[in-house]
């Protein structure tokens, strides 16, 4: 993947960059999985730590509680305030971040590798992994602002047809499940440090570096943040969610225009059907400008300015999803043209020539997946987080170029039935 | 040209660039400027042409068309037909985009090494072929009002924003929104956006940026290729259009549906013309790091943290820029604390400094994590050129990188205190409220009918 200093090394990488990445993989004492990928090119590194403490473990009448745990870690630890958190990483110039997803809890740490910057800086990350405050009077005043944030984001087109999106697709699942203002102002510090102790441990965690390190230097510093952690094992996870019916919500807004999202649950990750799904959605509508719900909505109708189609796949069946806003009088005309794309797309699949061209771009635009430590942070630490296997960035291309038409069709015939579609719209007349 | 010279350089890395004569630039006949900066990282490029035309340069009737060209340059020459752009970006494994400033208007494709010299000629051919079929441009000026629908009538945020600018500047072009005012895109026709076109799209208004897995030599000789036989043309004079001194505050309300009020005050401030000459605009720089640069920063520790009487406060300042400048303080306030009471919190914050000024800690504070963002922006190739690019659309170079680097390793808590004083002044400032609405589920008032 990276050139490094000499020619004949140069021309090792360059092989290798086709090949995909040289991932290192071992596991602490403390029972966390590690994930090592080697960058020397730029003095930094990025370290990131991932908890399978997402939104999908919030207890049923306690939704929003991943979210506020993982926002509120990192403000205030051990000796450090958060006062004295935030100036040291300033000091040093580091970035300690992170959020909570519907799976994931992440903390990352972005630094320089100088040794009076690295080591400072993974101290402050230590602590805040050994010994979060979880402080009463923080945890009050971020309820505070969690619920003003959860207020205007109901005022939002936006934000209500996705509230309701998921909700309609994940009615009896977790996903389905989303904060609320009531439930977040029910919240206490209790929750938080109980949902901590049993989910921020080191056999829930993975560990993904990227950066100038060598694999010594990464061994320590993996074993460090790991020691940090109690031991623990990954939770239990829900009942999977169950097939919905197809159905249509529509709710009341003043906007000028209508957000509409169609989908339903489709494929989780590590599915065998994944890269026919990604290679046949690339031409329905995840290519960008040259997607067939591009070309109909937007190109030919002007329609709308975004028109999509995306499968994220998830720990449990994650969503297929369509979205576009348009004009809230021609709202209805723009789901009919949306709903005819789709239902031929199902049925004849891609044409060679369009399936040629998928594959075209996602196998040869793949090295620009990959060509920065940001984006192998990323890659690698799915791959380490879901389990997928360690040559799945190897075998991208191969795997892209495999499909046929035939495994498309067979693939949304499976995932993507158009009568259970589950429409949401927002601001339609 | 070694990586390894890179890693002794890097406690002084405004030095990275003299020391590694990289970037590289060139100067074809025909006034196309060519700069390549080598990233040779991973087997990626990436290609962008900039023209130095944005919505600054357009006159009133026909905001947006800038914009609006943009969208048409997608659009076919009589080689390459509607949507075909695209559809080869796409072959080659690429990925492409435009964006359109008030400054400036650019094109990228983020590619496969080895594609470069396609991607040089279909920007090339759209540099002076471009079709603006009157078609063609029914549907798209469709498009450009759904996006203005998206970004800005159903977005409270950036509505106070557009009528903050159109209230902050009178003279200046900088008062129009660059996606243009609704009733000028009604109102636009296919021969405004190819008048537009044929003033401005010519290669000596134009320059062109590649990052990447390149070799430059190599890179000069595939402009010279493609772009060599474009022929220039003169360029209309551009009048200087100046606003006038702002001469007593301004106040702006806009009501829309919304729960969290918004407060923003923004004071003119100056812009960097000569960077290795100017102080104010990195003294401010400096103070919006102060007050803004972290999360126990000024602001977000003493008006959301401490006080809490904001659920979110910040500062934004760009010192760049080819017109004139603004520097904006901006907070919501937390619940029951009214938009009174937070202005009065956040000038309470700028006369403390004004008094006080600033600290050696939160100055040098500032300094290290300008430092460390040297290093961490090599990371991204697409960043990197993106840099030269913005540097060049405001008629400075890529060389004053580093001369702005060092400029602002040498700002004094003296000069941040001063510029404080001088800038946070009562006579030059805007202040613009987001006046929340509650929800009525039905549209709030007939809309004009759009043009079809």
Known sequence: MKRLFTAAITFFAAQAALAGVAIEHWTTGNGTRVYFSAAPALPMVDVQLDFAAGSMFDPVDKAGLAALTRGILDLGAGERDETAIAEQLADLGAVLGGTADTDRASITLRTLTAEDKLQPALAVLEEVLRQPRFDGAILEREKARTIASLKDAMTRPDSIAGKAFWEALYPAHPYGRQATPESVANLNREDLVDFHQQLYTAGNASITMVGKLTRVEAEAIAERLSAALPPGTPPALPQPPAPVKGNTVALAHPASQAHVFLGLPAIERGHPDFFPMLVGNYTLGGGGFVSRLVREVRDKRGFAYSVYSYFAPMRQTGPFQIGLQTQRKQAQEAIKVVREVLDEFVAKGPTEEELAAAKANLSGGFPLRLDSNSKLLANIAVIGFYGLPLDYLDRYRERVEAVTADEVRAAFARHVRPVDLITVTVAAD | ?452
């Open chain 2, 1 to 452: 040209m070694t990586m390894r010279q890179l890693l002794p350089l890097l406690l002084a890395p405004w030095l990275f660039s003299a020391a590694l004569a990289n970037p590289y630039e060139t100067t074809l006949d025909n006034g196309l400027r060519v700069i390549v900066k080598e990233d040779r990282r991973a087997p990626t490029a990436v290609h962008m042409v900039w023209y130095r035309v944005g919505s600054m340069d357009e006159v009133d009737g026909t905001s947006g068309v800038a914009h609006l060209l943009e969208h048409m340059m997608f659009k076919g020459t009589p080689t390459v037909g509607p949507g075909e752009f695209n559809k080869r970006v796409a072959a080659a494994g690429g990925r492409d985009n435009a964006f359109t400033s008030r400054d400036y208007t650019a094109y990228f494709q983020q590619i496969p090494k080895e594609k470069l010299d396609e991607m040089m000629g279909l920007e090339a051919d759209r540099m002076r072929h471009l079709n603006v079929d009157p078609k063609e441009f029914e549907q798209e000026i469709k498009v450009v009002m759904e996006e203005r629908r998206m970004r800005t009538d159903d977005n409270p945020q950036a509505k106070l924003f557009e009528q903050m600018n159109a209230v902050a500047f009178q003279a200046h072009p900088y008062r129009r929104p660059i996606i243009g005012w609704m009733s000028d895109l009604e109102n636009m026709t296919a021969a405004d956006a190819r008048a537009w076109y044929d003033t401005w799209y010519v290669p000596n208004n134009a320059y062109v940026v590649v990052s990447g897995d390149v070799d430059h030599q190599e890179v000069f000789a595939l402009a010279r290729k493609h772009y060599g036989g474009l022929a220039g043309r003169a360029l209309p004079m551009r009048k200087a259009q100046i606003e006038p001194r702002q001469e007593g505050p301004r106040k702006l309300t806009v009501k829309a549906p919304a729960e969290l009020p918004l407060l923003v005050m923004g004071y003119k401030a100056p812009i960097l013309r000569n960077p290795a000459t100017d102080r104010e605009p990195y003294a401010l720089e400096i103070l919006a790091g102060i007050l803004d640069g972290h999360d126990a920063a000024r602001f977000n520790r003493k008006l959301v943290r401490e006080d809490k009487l904001a659920v979110s406060a910040g500062v934004s300042y760009d010192n760049t820029a080819r017109g004139p400048g603004m520097i904006y303080l901006y907070a919501s306030p937390s619940e029951g604390n009214s938009i009174g009471e937070l202005e009065f919190a956040l000038r309470t914050e700028i006369a403390r400094i004004k008094q006080e000024g600033v600290s050696a800690a939160e100055l040098k504070r500032t300094k290290a994590q300008l430092v460390a963002n040297q290093v961490y922006k090599l990371d991204s190739v697409f960043g990197q050129a993106m840099e030269i690019g913005q540097m060049e659309a405001v008629g400075l170079s890529w060389r004053d990188v580093e001369v702005m680097i060092d400029r602002l390793q040498q700002v004094t808590a003296e000069e941040v205190q001063a510029v404080a004083q001088k800038y946070f002044d009562d006579d030059a400032l805007t202040v613009g409220i987001l006046d929340p609405q509650p929800l009525d589920s039905q549209p709030r008032r007939q809309r004009l009918p759009t043009r079809h």
